[in-house]
């Protein structure tokens, strides 16, 4: 006999939506976090009374009614609107590129003078397979945009040089022939009333969790203490690193509170120049509009990923994905763990996308179960 029907490795948003469904239907569950506090990489705390996102700034967004519904049921969405902007050498510049950042470009005032413009501009680069990222970025938008926004930020991003990185890193690259500032461009949009660690509570409320606590401190414990175990860390780490080291990317954040009212008058301001090491500054108060009387910022730093600090993005290229796909072709044989979110999955899911994903590994995971549980 187990203690637990589950054992949740993490309380970032997949186990904590994952112990939700389960509790629900009356499975025991318990969940193991390491860090301090839950939450994952959507934790906020308050400080100056400004909800700060301790790892990097979160916009909730999605086309996803279902998706959007079942988190409603958690918080109320203000109705922030992601507007960007890229500071390139002391030049501010809207994005996504727009009609606006076309403007403040080239002077251009009509669409048809915006398309002429970009036709001019990517003449020379046009490719029918473009082989890595420059040449992507190169064919799409042209010298002066890739050189002004793209090259020196993706190098800082990813720490190489973009004629080392896939194409499809950037996938395709938006361009807008409107004036329309809105970097998403999904259906529902906000910023959680109060934060998004009260989703996370209300989550797991009425769920055992333990904080401060490895599950590799004691991995065996774990494993024998439930039924199924369910794990949100790094898949590799799980399996003992048996077929290599997958690769992240990481990130360092510097976090300022200011004795002014506002610093810089938007939430997000990204640096697409070489002069700074940082990528972004996010200004936290303008997430929800706020009044107050300082203000707090962060600097955002991305880092080589060692295995003392967290693994933030996957680098999804075909090496890691091979990889990758070892790990998930073992777990596919492991009756005992479920993998998720977006270090199990090796994804680069956005919140809506680890929301659904719980939700019908969840679901399946009822549906494959009830036999034990309906005996
Ligand atoms: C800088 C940044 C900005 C982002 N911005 C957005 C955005 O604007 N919009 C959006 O939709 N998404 C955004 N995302 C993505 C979003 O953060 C993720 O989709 C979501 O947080 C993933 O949830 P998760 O549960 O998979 O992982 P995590 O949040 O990483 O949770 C995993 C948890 O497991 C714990 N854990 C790991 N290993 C162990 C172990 N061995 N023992 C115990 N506990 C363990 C970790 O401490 C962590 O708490 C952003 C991500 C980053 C990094």
């Given amino acids: 006999m187990y203690t637990y029907d589950y054992v949740i490795i993490g309380s970032g948003l997949f186990g904590a939506v994952f112990a939700h469904e389960m509790n629900k239907v009356g499975r025991k569950c318990i969940v193991i976090e390491k860090r301090n506090h839950i939450g994952g990489n959507i934790y906020t705390h308050k400080t100056e009374g400004i909800n700060i996102h301790k790892y990097g700034a979160h916009i909730f967004h999605t086309d996803d009614k279902a998706v959007w519904d079942y988190v409603s049921q958690f918080t109320s969405f203000n109705n922030f609107i992601n507007s960007p902007l890229a500071n390139y050498n002391g030049k501010l510049f809207n994005l996504p590129f727009n009609m606006n950042t076309f403007y403040q470009l080239w002077g251009t005032i009509t669409p048809a003078e915006a398309k002429y413009k970009i036709a001019q501009e990517t003449k020379a680069y046009r490719l029918a397979q473009p082989k890595n990222l420059e040449e992507h970025a190169l064919a799409s938008v042209g010298l002066e945009i890739y050189l002004k926004f793209i090259k020196a930020y993706t190098e800082k991003q990813w720490g190489m040089s973009p004629t080392r990185l896939p194409a499809s890193i950037l996938k395709r690259i938006p361009i807008r022939f409107t004036y329309d500032n809105n970097y998403f461009k999904h259906r529902y949009q906000g910023i959680p009333v109060g934060g998004y660690t009260s989703i996370i509570s209300k989550l797991l409320d009425g769920i055992e969790t333990k904080l401060n606590t490895d599950f590799h401190a004691s991995p065996d414990e774990f494993r024998s203490l439930g039924r199924k175990l369910i794990f949100s860390g790094k898949i590799d780490e799980y399996y003992n690193y048996r077929f290599g080291a997958l690769d992240y990317r990481s990130l360092r954040f510097e976090e300022e509170t200011l004795d002014i009212e506002n610093f810089q008058g938007n939430a997000v301001v990204n640096y697409t120049g070489d002069n700074h090491q940082f990528t972004r500054i996010y200004e936290h108060k303008h997430f929800e509009f706020g009044t107050q009387g300082k203000t707090v910022i962060t600097r955002e ?75």
């Fill in 301 to 375: 730093y991305p880092i080589k990923y060692t295995r003392d600090v967290e693994p933030y993005y996957p680098i999804n290229d075909v090496l890691n994905n091979d990889t990758y796909n070892r790990y998930k072709k073992l777990a596919q044989t492991d009756g005992k763990v479920i993998f998720g979110g977006r270090l199990g999955d090796y994804k680069y899911y956005d919140m809506h996308q680890v929301i659904g994903s719980a939700l019908s590994k969840s679901k399946k995971e009822i549906l494959a179960t009830k036999h034990i549980y309906e005996k």
